[in-house]
Each structure stands twice: as C-alpha cells, then as structure tokens.
C-alpha cells in the first residue's frame, strides 16, 4: 500500500489540506487556522500563534509540526507546516474560536473513517461512489471512474515497485500516456477540461465515460 497519501477534507466547506504519511494523517495547520479563524492571512495568524505561545506559555508550537509537501493554489507543490490530529488538538488550544469543538469531533470522525477504510477498503469506494452522487454523476459514469482508478492504483503501484519516488516522476509518465492516447499533454487536456489551480477540479472528473474508458485501457496496458 502507498503510504503517502494526499487528500482534501472539508470542514464546514472550507478545505482542510492533509497527507497520510506513517501511519497517521497530517493536516495543513495553516488551512486549520483558516477553518477556524476566518483570518484573510491565516500565516500571519499561525505567525502570531506561535509567538504568542512561545512568549505566555514557553511553549514552542512549531515542534509539533512537520514539514510536508502540499499542492498549493497554484498548483505547485511547497513545504508547509502540517500535525498530525494530536498536534492540530494541541495548536487549537491556543486558537479562540466558537469553531473549536466542532473541529474536534471533525477531526476524529476524519481519523476513524480512515482506520475503517484500512481494516475495509471497499468502505472508501463506497464513499467515493456516495460523494460523486452527491456531485450529481450517474451511474455509469461512476462505475467508469471507480473502474479508472483501480487501474491508475494497479499503474501507480507498478511504477513504485519499479522505484519512482517524486511525485514529478508519475506525472511526467502520465504526461506521456496522454500525449499517446489524446495527443495532447496534461496541461494541454486540463486546458480543455477547464482545470485551473483555482477551481481545483481533478482533471478525469471531467471527463466522459468514454475518455474515462480509454484512459483506465491506456493505463492497464501500461503496466
């Protein structure tokens, strides 16, 4: 199993950036300080945090944190402070906000579902398929986008067995299996699907049932 995993998680419609890595989810603190505070410059925010922790509590805030690489609003990937849920519990302690108890129980709801999904897998492809109804696809496109992903899974873990390591080694790979099957690159295919840094959008959500199609036999014969 890849054990670096990156995903978005909402709370109360704002996106909470995270990362499975070791065993244990890392949240973006400052996407948390954001959550909670509503501030337009949550770094300034986490800045002033931790000063102010340092000077009142002696307490040294950035301890507890990781640097891990998250995609940022641009698209590109920077190292950002990030704590797993006992740190983010710890770092909200010195955050004010009426916001904090329900974060807590967010948090903990986030760290079950993803111990349920690993003792069940098929529990997290129930919950992919729920949230695509959610996003008004139909069935058939479902079945078609699970079905990719199996197959991108099978790829991406028979590239890993075959020692890829960056995260720009999968994509220059998959830039190649699209300039092969559409003849146009990544950025050329998000170019036509509307995909921007801003909106976020994953490039194969916006695709057809038959694109998806062609992409899951692209990547199956690949392997």
Known sequence: MNTDKTKLALFEEKEIRRK??????FFSVIDVVAALTDSANPNDYWYKIKKRANEEEKIELSTICRQLKLTSKDGKNYLTD??????????????????????????????????EEINNPELAVNRARDYYKLKGYNEQWINQRMFGIEARNK?????????????????????????????????????????????????????????????????????
Not at 181 to 209: G, H, I, W
């Open 20 to 25: 499975w890595k070791d065993n244990d989810w």
């Open 82 to 115: 990030c704590a797993n849920t006992k740190g983010i519990l710890r770092i909200i302690q010195s955050i004010p906000s009426k916001k904090a108890e329900p974060f807590k129980l967010w948090l903990a709801q986030v760290g079950s579902e993803r111990i």
């Open 155 to 223: 790829l991406t873990d028979e590239w890993q067995f075959r020692g890829l390591k960056t995260s720009k080694d999968y994509a220059i790979l998959t830039n190649q299996i699209y300039k092969s099957t559409f003849n146009y690159s990544t950025k050329e295919l998000k170019a036509l699907k509307q995909v921007t840094p801003q909106n976020k959008f994953n490039l194969r959500d916006r695709m057809n049932p038959l694109e998806l199609n062609i992409t899951s036999l692209a990547e199956l014969t690949s392997q």
